[in-house]
């Protein structure tokens, strides 16, 4: 378990970070995030593909889920402007908090609408489906547009 | 190889690795990458670069982040962050403590419970016994009764036999051959019945090849008058013999079983006269 979270903790963290934009909450979450390792190891079907890869998906899953009910809970007051801003605000966010909490972002490397369908995937917590409804394309698209921007990510790591 | 390419350009590699398919989706992409190596490559290609990725955007938590998951990884109860209160553990831990005096009163019962039982299964197969001991002896006095009433009513017939003048008492006394012999006879002049006092009588046991027989000496030829055993063990007194009107003497003789036409003179152990 510590090598497991001396390899992958830091990179987790990243993920979740991004996600929740909190470094406390996604502290408390990267914890939670191995307990459900630890508890579901011997779910991991290493066939099925990278170890990483499963552990990054629980952690999205997790912090999106946290984020979810976190924002339920607080829409009290400004849920009508929250949804309608709703996906405006939070690239807006991001790119703030980015900056605030220094993270190189690579993603921004990309051309923007690759970025854009990317970010709202992999960090937002849209479906692809909702990310094409959101930014008003059609399907197949989005999909073409996070190929597209992984295929860029590759060769930048190749 | 076209139709993969395809697939590959689909793009649905990439929403599978970053966790957006159905799980009908997801089977379908697992049985591709098992089926067709180049599916497999590109999509362990797309898992290393956003490995890749996720590591270049890595942030280092907290240094006493790990302990603090350790602790949490311990103790068994708490799996995850959720609200809900801890359970009252004060309440459980009593709950379990009188559970587990209720499990130890159990066994305790059982245990005595199960000693009882083969208690008393051990004293009901002493009973059985001592019943079965208390039938035999019950038996035995009944068969000891029944040897005393007729003892005693053989006892009764010999005083009754005293007091009829009737009877002749003969004593037969040892000869040369059996000094230690002596035997006792009863004859009734009247009835002409013959009957032998087997208490009264000293006799060497008979073997199974032999028998004594009783003679009778009428006119001077003897006369037979039945074949007996000597027992030590048995229990009749009196011994009925064949009948005869006239007597001058009783005798004893010792032939094989079933007895003889005359006497063996020489195997005669008692003899009398008959004294009138």
Redesign the interface.
């Known amino acids: 378990?510590?090598a497991l979270?001396d390899m992958y903790?830091?990179?987790?963290?990243?993920?979740i970070?991004?996600i929740t934009q909190h470094t406390e909450l996604?502290?408390?979450l990267?914890?939670?995030t191995?307990?459900?390792i630890?508890?579901a190891a011997e779910k991991y079907d290493a066939?099925?593909?990278?170890l990483?890869?499963w552990m990054?998906?629980i952690a999205?899953?997790l912090a999106i889920d946290k984020l979810r009910s976190k924002d339920f809970k607080n829409s009290g007051k400004n849920q009508d402007i929250e949804n309608n801003v709703a996906v405006i605000d939070n690239q807006k966010k991001q790119i703030i908090n980015i900056e605030l909490?220094g993270?190189?972002?690579?993603v921004t490397g990309l051309k923007p609408e690759l970025s854009n369908v990317l970010e709202m995937?992999?960090y937002n917590g849209f479906?692809?489906a909702e990310a094409a409804e959101a930014l008003n394309l059609p399907l197949g698209t989005v999909?073409?547009r996070?190929?597209t921007a992984?295929v860029e990510?590759?060769k930048q790591?190749n | 190889m076209e139709e993969h390419k395809a697939y590959i350009e689909s793009g649905i590699l990439e929403l599978y690795v970053l966790g957006q398919l159905s799980a009908p989706e997801m089977l379908e992409v697992e049985r591709m990458a098992a089926s067709a190596p180049e599916i497999k490559r590109e999509l362990e290609a797309i898992e290393i670069a956003l490995e890749a990725y996720a590591i270049e955007n890595a942030v280092d938590p907290r240094e006493n982040l790990f302990n603090e998951l350790e602790a949490k990884l311990n103790p068994v109860q708490q799996t995850s962050f959720s609200i809900q209160p801890p359970p009252p553990v004060r309440v459980e831990q009593r709950s379990n403590k009188s559970l587990i005096y209720a499990l130890a009163a159990c066994v305790g019962l059982l245990v005595v419970s199960g000693i009882a039982l083969i208690n008393a299964h051990v004293e009901l197969g002493k009973a059985q016994q001592q019943i079965i001991a208390l039938r035999t002896e019950t038996d035995r006095y009944a068969k000891g009764m029944n040897v005393l009433k007729q003892t005693n009513t053989e006892l009764q017939t010999v005083a009754d036999m005293i007091d009829d003048p009737n009877w002749a008492i003969v004593q037969l006394a040892g000869t040369r051959t059996s000094p230690a012999s002596k035997m006792m006879v009863y004859w009734n002049r009247k009835s002409q019945d013959v009957v032998l006092d087997k208490s009264r009588m000293k006799l060497p046991e008979n073997d199974q090849a032999h028998q004594y027989q009783l003679w009778a000496l009428v006119g001077g030829k003897p006369v037979d008058l039945g074949v007996f055993d000597v027992k030590t063990d048995s229990a009749q007194i009196l011994l009925r013999m064949k009948e005869i009107p006239n007597a001058e003497a009783f005798a004893v003789t010792l032939e094989k079983r079933g007895g003889s036409v005359n006497p063996t003179m020489d195997q005669m152990v008692v003899f009398a006269g008959v004294s009138i």
């Open positions: 378990m510590r979270y903790g830091a990179a987790l963290l990243g993920v970070l991004r996604a502290e408390d990267l914890q939670e191995f307990l459900k630890w508890h066939t099925k593909g990278r990483f890869t990054m998906n999205r899953n909490l993270l190189r972002d690579l995937v992999y479906t692809h999909k073409t996070i190929r992984i990510l590759r790591f």
